[in-house]
């Protein structure tokens, strides 16, 4: 990643005889105890339209379908189908979101609703593709294609390629597994998107921080770009000119009920070594600087009471947090091949596993 010429003879070679390796093909010797990490704890998953779609625990969903009538039990955990034209939501044209009967995820929109003829309610497209999980059903000793809720595992019909365009998809739903809310009204909070909070991160090679920092549960995501430079539209070429300012940056979109501004600001400091100052490793320049770009008075207050207990604690042995701490200025993405760099490669970075 942009090193400096002068990093590449006896320097570098000692870095990395020490183990302070930079940005490239590098052995993962920790696989195997990260793989157990994360299986150890639950990691949370979201879709685009930002609902949280983490599969319920078996137990969770017990309860839930416990509190069903048994029209909607008897479809929606035993595979049933209500009867033809007898569903109460088959002549529904309101506005408004179909959400899932049991753990209330928004499953179809009124805006691609539509009249198939067939008895059923039907919709050629989802509220998002990631709510809905496709898969065979030879239980009539023909191949369907079964539709489940991505949340809850609940049985809601059958999708067939006998629809309209633009999809040509035909969503054939039981009314029984469906709640309907009409636009305008006020959704519970199990079918409302997840409220989320961005905070920024700077420290050294973005590939690595990015990387984990997807990790985190109650990360939405993690994108890699350019922040606090003084040149619009930076390209990667214009960063490691070292010259305009830009500081290679995380920006991370999480989930506050499922993890803290301070958690983050923990696994940040864990990542890499706040006290270089302009470089991580043999990686050098003003771009590769630590710094925290906040976004609050709330996220400014927390990272400057964080530094300074972890310099009260002389967590670094009396070397100095060099880590800047500034108001977020935009954020410039990186380029596509940036993104996501570690798991496309399987390259190894300065970066520590947090989690």
């Not at 369907?144 to 629809?163: K, M, S, T, W, Y």
Request: overall charge negative.
């Amino acid at each position: 990643m942009c090193r400096k010429r002068s990093e590449t003879g006896w320097l570098a070679a000692a870095m990395l005889l020490l183990g302070v390796a930079g940005c490239g093909p590098a052995e993962a010797k920790d696989t195997g105890s990260t793989q157990t990490e994360r299986t150890g704890s639950m990691k949370r998953h979201y879709s685009q339209s930002g609902y949280d779609i983490t599969p319920l625990p078996a137990d969770e969903v017990k309860k839930l379908a416990a509190k069903l009538d048994p029209e909607a039990y008897r479809v929606t955990q035993g595979a049933g189908t209500e009867r033809a034209f007898c569903g109460n939501l088959l002549d529904n044209h309101k506005q408004g979101v179909y959400a899932c009967v049991v753990c209330g995820l928004p499953l179809f929109a009124s805006d691609h609703k539509f009249d198939s003829g067939t008895g059923w309610p039907s919709f050629w497209r989802p509220f998002d593709p990631e709510h809905v999980v496709r898969k065979a059903d030879k239980s009539l000793g023909m191949v369907r294609v079964e539709i489940n809720c991505a949340r809850c595992g609940a049985h809601l019909g059958h999708v067939f390629d006998d629809g309209p365009p633009p999809t040509h998809e035909r969503f054939c739903l039981n009314s029984a597994a469906l709640k309907f809310y009409e636009k305008g009204s006020e959704l519970p909070q199990e079918s409302q998107p997840v409220h989320t909070e961005t905070a920024y991160f700077a420290g050294g090679c973005f590939w690595g921080i990015e990387h984990y920092f997807q990790e985190g549960p109650g990360v939405i995501d993690a994108v890699s770009g350019y922040m606090q430079g003084d040149v619009a539209n930076p390209t990667y070429k214009d960063v490691c000119t070292d010259t305009t300012g830009h500081a290679e940056t995380v920006k991370v979109v999480f989930d506050p009920a499922k993890i803290t501004y301070k958690r983050l600001l923990e696994a940040f400091f864990t990542m890499h070594d706040p006290t270089q100052l302009d470089r991580q490793g043999p990686d050098i320049g003003k771009q590769y600087r630590s710094g925290i770009w906040y976004t609050s008075d709330e996220q400014k207050q927390e990272a400057e009471a964080y530094i300074q207990e972890l310099t009260r604690d002389n967590r670094y042995n009396g070397r100095r947090i060099v880590t800047q701490v500034e108001a977020a200025r935009k954020f410039w993405p990186a380029e596509d091949y940036h993104q996501d760099y570690i798991d496309k490669t399987g390259r190894a970075c300065h970066v520590k596993n947090p989690w």
